[in-house]
């Protein structure tokens, strides 16, 4: 216990100081009762009187210690889209005045306490608008807003940061003064620019590059501060100098530059919270357009005074319009209607009730600076008859002391509950005296618990005159999107006539240049904001003149550049752009919103390029074509391709480069039936150079792809090898479980069965698992094709049925992967023909290709026909064969070696001439079938598919038979018995095998080759 007196520190239990002997009384901090020396629990109230022990000091080596959770797991969550980015952020010195004089009086350990101290209040400043220490020096500290947490307002929360460290150092320093008799300050120095964020550690340790001197001026801000005072460059003033008064200080010389900078010094916030405000505050320019969304807002209100209560969500991108068009709305309205309004602010994620608060003030008509007992009389003015229980409910959320003392014995469901049927019944109270509309701002913001306030609430509403009304952007939509009365109005950028008409209203009604204004619109895609940002830049910068009846500008046009308050907008869409496209891309919940998803691409090569990100639109353009090269979209892989390599090879980005190739040659081998494996090698070293694994496993992803549809299964296999692992480190299920299909096909292909089966299978549950349903058709496909080549139809049949309904229920879905789809169903559906026949009902199999045949007569199965209708022809060859009509049979066979040739399918070229040559031997055309059966099995040996091999086999030996060369028949029956022998010795699973055996065409090479 510390003596008041002289500040001595005695043990906890002494009742007299140890050093100058006064009595040590322990006053009660809760309220106020001297209790003797020696207490532990006050004796008029209950409570703990020794302190706990503070907390241990800040470990300024490991950021894992000093940041709060919440935003450490945000950091590490975010962190693989932000390494490596070009962000605009504000950095923040903040250092002790006089430090070192400090230092000099006090003893080290007491200098490090007070440090301690200081830095505590540091951190929680930064960290509650999620700003991040990025290093600690002896004297003070250096913080990033803006990065590794994305945040478009950064210059902004630095700025609220900055004033609120600065509060709290007045009693920190008071206290300083009195316990060391020093002098305790700091001073502040903010700048806004541009670092390159480089790697997150698991640890949250950030490297990053600053670009140019942003670090170093916000440093020198810094020393040119006053003590206690904060000081901001230029750069931070143009972000912020609507939301905060500044005293502009002119231009002052710092070390390091030649041209003094401007500094501003930053006095408090102004009441501007939001960019409405701001713009009405600098006068409101006409509105333009969105005479169709006011339209709506009215025909909703009119509903809700009749009764029919509304919810309508405006949703759309920063700057678009939304809160605008909420304030016409209102004006319109006039007297007609009560019109509550709830904020959501950036930092309010975490603050309970919030926009809450915000109504239920407006609706006790509460205002600013009202003192406790006048807000207490507005409630109880308000708060009559049925709404009198509830006022210990107001009180608390208005953050009053209840009165009732019942009120404090409620657990916190109670709490609840009673708090949202307290603003319910308030709510509805209004309403019934005037027509209501509760307005609701910025919701992407909104905490939790108000979320679902607001849910209920909109619940509750039907059958009174309320319309609740909302403004978000398209981040999500909040538990209230939903219902008979909702509806959402999305608002979409202005067109270019608008935009130039707003560009002229901002100007005073004269028109620009043409060219200008051209230039204008295109930069800011018709996003309000933008361009009244952009035209205030160009006012700002002096580089737009008057000149007769129009304006012009005296800079090229060209080097129009973004404004920061837009840069930063951008960039923080960028950001939540990018988390949502690496999801898609990743969880392959891509199938199903492939249109969105491009749509969502495009748009982010839009915004990087004008924000000048290369490195965010090569990421982009990386990613399209494997998005797209199977779709719809197909048509516009040149020219995305193209414009990819070319800023591959201008960034000397070789792995992006690789996986552009990869896309763009796979592209051409599918669609137009080029043959470039040599350019895929190419790409491949190209991968290799790089180093970067996710190319690296791009390109071997798709030579396993090709390869094996060219006939090499072994090389598809040596691809794939320890490739599935790759992508499940890097969490890719979508390229992960389309190597592990094409692998389970290889390794069918090569016949390890085993192998086969148990990767179909273990991918068949991780896909169902999580509900990506993409490939599970794909991975039931191949365990259906793979129980066939082991002869057990019946499990074959099973997932071959499993695989069609996923494949229909798919092409349902997404209209935009129809002809991967159309081709999976065709493998599908040939499957289950086989099966059919191989049980032995030929006539059914029969029906399904006549049925099948005159489905995928239509034009859309044309683009993938080739891979499934060889396998279509050949067994209704093979069935023809059989009712003897050669003729037809001999027409079909021919027609799948075209196909197989043209399209390079060695192991269908294989299965045609073994085909044709069973028709020569029927024909008893001896000689033809001799070679056509001797080259089938020439070429399958090459791909190494052993059921078509020991079948080759079976045939040649029938052949000789029948022309009496017994040897030769007996060596090519010992040949295929040791094909099936050696495929029995693969499959090590008892039951597999055994049924293998036991399948009669098995048992009959094993038996004929004994003979
Ligand atoms: N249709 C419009 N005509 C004229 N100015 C507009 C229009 N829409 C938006 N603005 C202006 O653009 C700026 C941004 O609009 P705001 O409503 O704050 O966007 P949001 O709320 O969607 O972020 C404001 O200054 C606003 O006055
Ligand atoms: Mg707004």
């Known amino acids: 216990m510390k003596c008041p007196a002289c500040g001595f520190q005695n043990l906890e239990e002494a009742r007299f100081c140890n050093r100058c002997g006064k009595k040590l009384d322990r006053g009660c901090p809760a309220c106020g009762q001297v209790n003797p020396p020696g207490s532990k629990f006050c004796h008029a109230c209950g409570a703990g009187l020794i302190k706990t022990p503070g907390p241990p000091p800040i470990d300024f080596t490991e950021p ?28 923040m010195f903040a250092d002790v005045a006089g430090f070192t004089a400090l230092a000099e009086k006090l003893d080290p350990e007491e200098v490090h306490r007070i440090m301690d101290g200081c830095c505590r209040i540091l951190v929680d400043e930064i960290h509650r608008v999620e700003g991040t220490v990025g290093e600690f020096r002896g004297d003070g500290v250096m913080a990033l807003f803006g990065t590794p947490i994305a945040h478009e307002d950064h210059a902004q929360r630095a700025c ?50 600053a670009m140019g001197d942003t670090t170093n001026l916000a440093a020198r801000m810094e020393t040119a501060a006053e003590p206690g005072g904060v000081l901001v460059s230029e750069d931070t003033y143009r972000i912020v100098r609507d939301y905060f008064w500044f005293r502009p200080l002119g231009s002052i010389q710092v070390k390091g530059k030649e041209t003094p900078q401007l500094a501003y010094e930053l006095l408090r916030s102004t009441q501007i919270e939001t960019r409405l405000e701001a713009s009405v505050a600098r006068g409101l320019k006409e509105l333009v357009g969105r005479d169709d969304e006011l339209g709506a807002l009215t025909l909703a209100f009119e509903k809700a005074k009749r009764g029919e209560a509304q919810v309508v969500d405006m949703v759309g991108e920063a700057g678009i319009g939304k809160s605008r068009l ?32 915000d ?3 407006a609706a006790f008509s509460i205002e600013e600076g009202m003192t406790e007992e006048e807000v207490k009389g507005r409630i109880v003015v308000r708060a009559t008859d049925s709404l009198s229980p509830m006022i210990p409910f107001f009180q608390s959320l208005l953050s009053l002391k209840a009165d009732d003392p019942r009120f404090t014995m409620l657990n916190p469901e109670g709490r609840k509950f009673g708090t949202f049927e307290a603003v319910k019944n308030l709510l509805l109270a209004v309403s019934r005296e005037k027509p209501l509309v509760v307005f609701l701002e910025d919701v992407h913001w909104i905490d939790k618990i ?32 939903q219902g008979v009365h909702y509806q959402r109005l999305s608002l979409k950028t202005l067109g270019s006539k608008l935009s130039i008409r707003l560009v002229r209203n901002l100007v005073g009604g004269l028109p620009l240049a043409t ?30 003149r008057k000149q007769g009846d129009h304006y012009v500008c005296d800079q090229p046009i060209d080097n129009l550049v973004i404004p920061n308050s837009v840069q930063g907008v951008l960039s923080a869409r960028m950001d939540r752009l990018n988390e949502d496209l690496k999801r898609t891309m990743q969880v392959a919940s891509v199938i199903g919103s492939i249109e969105k998803s491009f749509s969502d691409y495009q748009e982010a090569v839009g915004i990087a390029r004008q924000i000048g990100d290369k490195q965010a639109e090569l990421g982009c353009l990386c990613q399209i074509p494997v998005l797209i090269y199977n779709s719809t979209m197909e048509g516009t892989m040149p020219r995305i391709c193209d414009e990819g390599l070319a800023l591959a090879r201008a960034l000397g980005d070789k792995g992006a480069e690789a996986r552009i190739l990869t896309s763009f040659t796979h592209w051409r081998y599918v669609w137009q039936r080029s043959n470039e494996f040599a350019r895929m090698y190419e790409a491949l070293s190209l991968a290799i150079e790089s180093g970067q694994p996710s190319a690296i496993g791009y390109v071997r992803g798709m030579l396993t792809l090709d390869e094996r549809w060219a006939g090499n299964p072994g090389r598809a296999l040596e691809h794939s090898e320890g490739l599935i692992e790759l992508f499940r480190s890097l969490f890719n299920i979508f390229l992960g479980s389309a190597v592990a299909f094409l692998r389970g096909w290889s390794l069918t292909d090569v016949g390890r069965y085993r192998e086969a089966i148990l990767l179909l299978r273990e991918w068949a549950g991780i896909l169902e698992q999580n509900g990506v349903y993409v490939h599970l058709g794909r991975c039931w496909n191949g365990l ?41 169903q065709g493998q599908c559906e040939v499957n289950l023909m086989e099966n059919n026949f191989d049980l032995g009902k030929v006539d059914e199999a029969w029906e399904h290709i006549v049925r099948f045949e005159r489905e995928s007569a239509r034009p859309e199965y044309d683009m993938l026909r080739d891979r499934w209708s060889s396998r279509m022809k050949d067994l209704k060859a093979a069935i023809l064969l059989g009712r003897g009509d050669l003729d037809a049979a001999e027409g079909l066979a021919r027609e799948c070696l075209e196909v197989g040739r043209q399209r390079g399918y060695q192991k269908y070229v294989g299965k045609a001439q073994s085909l044709l040559g069973r028709v020569m031997t029927e024909r008893g055309a001896y000689d033809k079938a001799e070679d056509n059966l001797r080259s089938a099995q020439a070429v399958l040996e090459k791909v190494g598919n052993p059921k078509q091999i020991w079948i080759t086999e079976g045939h040649l030996a029938k052949l000789y038979e029948k022309i009496n060369r017994h040897d030769l028949a007996r060596e090519h029956r010992q040949a295929a018995a040791k094909v099936v022998q050696k495929t029995t010795d693969g499959l090590s699973d008892h039951q597999l095998r055994e049924g293998f055996l036991n399948a009669l065409p098995v048992r009959e090479i094993l038996i004929r080759a004994e003979q």
């Open 64 to 91: 894992q210690s000093y940041t709060p959770k919440h935003l450490a797991d945000k950091i590490l969550t975010t962190r693989s889209a932000i390494e490596g980015e070009r962000k605009l952020v504000t950095v």
């Open 160 to 209: 609220h940061a900055a004033l609120a460290i600065q509060q709290a150092l007045v009693p920190y320093g008071e206290e300083m003064k009195k316990k060391h008799g020093i002098d305790f300050r700091m001073r502040i120095g903010l700048n806004s620019g541009l670092v390159v964020v480089g790697s997150i550690g698991d640890d949250l340790r950030m490297d990053y590059t």
């Open 326 to 357: 909420a304030y016409e709305f209102q004006k319109s309205l006039g007297e007609e209607a009560f019109f509550l309004t709830g904020a959501c602010v950036h930092y309010g994620r975490n603050m309970n009730f919030l926009p809450v608060v």
């Open 359 to 361: 109504v239920v003030r």
């Open 450 to 481: 108000s979320e679902e306030l607001f849910a209920f609430f909109s619940r509750c509403i039907l059958g009174h005159p309320v319309l609740m009304l909302s403004a978000y952007r398209p981040e999500g939509s909040p538990q209230w999107a």
């Open 515 to 544: 060219d200008l204004e051209k230039k204008i619109v295109a930069k800011t895609g018709g996003n309000p904001f933008f361009v009244e940002e952009v035209v205030r830049e160009l006012f700002d910068r002096g580089d737009i």
């Open 784 to 824: 259906g094709w793979a129980y066939a080549e082991i002869y057990d139809f019946q499990t074959a049949l099973n997932f071959n049925t499993r695989a069609l309904s996923n494949v229909l229920a798919l092409k349902d879905k997404s209209p935009a992967i129809i002809y991967a789809a159309l081709e999976m």
